[in-house]
């Protein structure tokens, strides 16, 4: 859905890794300034792994701090 912040989503299930058109870091930043933990695996491939238990409205949370995440670095690159 964001091809401007994502370039490519890997995994299977809610085990996935995303490679990004920018830092890792800078990600993970904005990722918990939403209250959402997430793990670099690379300088620009972020590694999301949540527990066992975790409960569909959780998901749901986390899917939209992506999404928000996402579309504010697609709007900064279309600043540039």
Not at 10 to 26: F, I, P
Not at 71 to 76: K, N
Request: proline letters at 4%; one cysteine or more.
């Amino acid at each position: 859905e964001h091809p401007g912040g994502v370039a490519e989503v890997r995994g299977r299930g809610l085990l996935l890794g995303l490679k990004l058109h920018v830092r890792a870091a800078a990600f993970i930043a904005r990722l918990r300034e939403s209250r959402l933990i997430a793990v670099g695996a690379t300088e620009n491939v972020v590694r999301l792994v949540p527990p066992l238990n975790i409960e569909e409205s959780h998901i749901r949370e986390a899917m939209a701090a992506l999404d928000e995440t996402c579309a504010g670095f697609e709007q900064e690159r279309k600043a540039v």
